[in-house]
């Protein structure tokens, strides 16, 4: 079993949709990466967290520590946001282990 | 403020040959991981430099190796590649540890 799972794998939504997607892990952690990834290969770093909420733009994180549980949620989602999103949580020292990733499309 | 950023983007590489890839970490960041992701096996931690020293290796065989220089500009070396060694491969800078992740555009690989 995966030590990060999300959910779901695949999500298809019309332009204005709120999305949610889901992180679970299993081990204790310091902190939760939310990435972008985009085609064409590159990540882009959206959220790194350890307790609470944070938001940038239309863009907002949560995790329940107690629950070992992260939300991403996209406010007024737009095709540009089409992408793979991808949690991925502190193992020891720097070492990432990842979710397998939910590749988002936003139809206009 | 300039990016990560790996060198070559693209490289084709025949069975049984090496390759050396680059990384060069953003200015002040120390740690430069390196990540393999593979359609099949998804994003997978190679290893991680810390001040030119390895602080953390992932499961990948002993024909995966990397360095870090003074000035933090880290290589990854692939000896004898498999096909299944196609990928791509990205690398990560931060300051240190507890920080966030810059990560680079990423090289794909190509074995044939």
């Known amino acids: 079993k995966n030590e990060v799972e999300q959910s779901p794998q695949n999500l298809t939504a019309q332009e204005g949709e709120f999305i949610t997607i889901n992180c679970s892990y299993s081990v204790g952690i310091s902190a939760l990466h939310w990435l972008q990834q985009h085609p064409g290969g590159g990540i882009v770093s959206l959220f790194m967290?350890?307790?609470g909420k944070k938001k940038h733009g239309r863009l907002i994180a949560t995790i329940n520590i107690q629950e070992k549980h992260s939300s991403l949620h996209i406010t007024a989602s737009h095709p540009r946001d089409s992408a793979v999103y991808i949690c991925?949580?502190?193992?020891?020292?720097?070492?990432?282990?990842f979710g397998q990733g939910t590749r988002l499309t936003i139809n206009p | 403020k300039a990016g990560v950023t790996q060198t070559p983007r693209y490289l084709i590489k025949t069975r049984g040959q090496q390759v050396t890839l680059s990384c060069s970490p953003i200015s002040g960041h120390r740690s430069v991981s390196w990540y393999q992701q593979t359609p099949g096996q998804g994003l997978q931690f190679l290893f991680e430099?810390?001040?030119?020293?390895?602080?953390n290796k992932g499961n990948f065989p002993g024909r995966f190796s990397g360095r870090q220089f003074s000035n933090s500009r880290s290589e990854m070396n692939v000896s004898t590649l498999e096909l299944g060694d196609s990928a791509l491969y990205l690398c990560a800078s931060s300051p240190d540890r507890d920080y966030g992740y810059t990560f680079g555009s990423g090289t794909r690989l190509t074995v044939v």
């Open positions: 430099y810390f001040s030119e020293t390895q602080r």
């Open positions: 967290l350890s307790s």
């Open positions: 991925a949580s502190p193992q020891g020292a720097q070492k990432l282990v």
